[in-house]
């Protein structure tokens, strides 16, 4: 069974740095594009990061500059660089992914559980 696994999340203050992971797990014939999302309390979920197979990546405005995605293919896993932690940053973060499980399966997208980030002071 194909599941997402993130860690990484916690309490920091604002201006720090967190670093979350998203590991996959299970057997897994091919990821295609992998994103970070985040929904506060209140709020509806919203993309933050995501990156493509090939490497290309795309931002939220909000985080541009301040975050940074990348994927580690051998491992199939993800990464998500937050530094200058803002208070408005405070949220529940999920990964997605698309996974085909194997070369008959069509593409399907898994979620994570999720990993709290508060920044707070």
């Known amino acids: 069974q194909v599941q997402l696994v993130e860690s990484g999340g916690g309490l920091v203050q604002p201006g720090g740095s967190l670093r979350l992971s998203c590991a996959t797990t299970?057997?897994?014939?091919?990821?295609?594009?992998i994103g970070w999302y985040r929904q506060a309390p209140g709020k509806q979920r919203e993309l933050v990061a995501l990156?493509?197979?090939?490497?290309?990546?795309n931002y939220a405005d909000s985080v541009k500059g301040r975050f940074t995605i990348s994927r580690d293919n051998a491992k199939n896993s993800v990464y998500l660089q937050m530094n200058s932690l803002k208070p408005e940053d405070t949220a529940v973060y999920y990964c997605?992914?698309?996974?085909?499980?194997?070369?008959?399966?069509?593409?399907?997208?898994?979620w994570g559980q999720g990993t709290q980030v508060t920044v707070s002071s």
């Open positions: 299970g057997s897994i014939f091919s990821i295609g594009a």
């Open positions: 990156i493509t197979s090939g490497g290309s990546t």
């Open positions: 997605n992914a698309g996974i085909r499980r194997t070369i008959l399966d069509t593409r399907t997208d898994y």
